[in-house]
């Protein structure tokens, strides 16, 4: 197996869309072990395992996800040249605001044609539809992780 620009964009893309490394490695028509050993090397954001830890649904989950990666929110206050208010001041209208957009998970590589965001619903006062807010909470923990 050769890596070229034409298949580390595609292990990129496929990748972002958050397939299974298997998967990727299947339509790659590369073994699994390549596939993870080529995305380290690429440094592509750490991935939560297909397979969800048991553990993982017991731990509480009163904070909200940090956005490790990924589009912010534009600095609503500063762009209309107002003082920046407290996050208190502010998180009424976030709230209201994330409740009616659509899902910010971007999909695909930033930059490129194919770049989207998922646009399903998102759960309410959260950027990402159910499935996406999971997966960047499960993305924060892995990275805590791989620190430790
Ligand atoms: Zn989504």
Known sequence: MEWNDDTIAKLRTL????????????????????????A?????????????RAEGDAVPRQAAPKRAQGPTLPPLAASMGAPVPSLRAIMPTAKY????TPCCWPIGEPGKPSF??????????????????????VRVRDRREDVA
């Open 116 to 137: 989207h965001f998922c646009n399903a619903s998102a759960a309410a006062g959260k950027p990402y539809c159910e499935d996406h807010a999971s997966i960047a909470y």
């Open 97 to 100: 605001t994330t409740r009616a």
């Open 15 to 38: 990748w972002a869309e958050g397939l299974s490394t298997a998967e990727i490695g299947r339509r790659l028509n590369i073994s699994k072990n390549a596939v993870v050993g080529k």
């Open 40 to 52: 380290h090397r690429l440094n592509l954001p750490s991935r939560p395992s297909p397979i969800r």
